[in-house]
């Protein structure tokens, strides 16, 4: 007879590591700087608040243009 952990092929998957995830949130926050957002900002931001941002990148670099005019 098989094991549960032999069956379940989701308790087999891998975990994410801290530094992938990490190393990950620290691109989304270099995008979010590129698209114009300032880096103080972005700082001050939670990583969920980031990824949502990111979700639609072409309304962050608009309001972004905005702000600076």
């Given at each position: 007879?098989?094991?549960?952990?032999?069956?379940?092929?989701?308790?087999?998957?891998?975990?994410?590591?801290?530094?992938?995830?990490?190393?990950?949130?620290?691109?989304?926050?270099?995008?979010?700087?590129?698209?114009?957002m300032?880096?103080?900002?972005?700082a001050?931001m939670t990583?969920?608040?980031?990824?949502?941002k990111?979700?639609?990148?072409?309304?962050?670099?608009?309001?972004?243009?905005?702000?600076?005019?």
């Open positions: 007879m098989a094991s549960t952990q032999a069956r379940n092929k989701n308790r087999n998957r891998p975990t994410k590591s801290n530094a992938a995830r990490n190393k990950r949130q620290s691109d989304h926050r270099k995008r979010l700087v590129a698209l114009g300032d880096e103080a900002t972005v001050a990583p969920k608040d980031v990824r949502d990111l979700k639609h990148p072409a309304k962050v670099a608009k309001e972004c243009a905005a702000k600076e005019s």
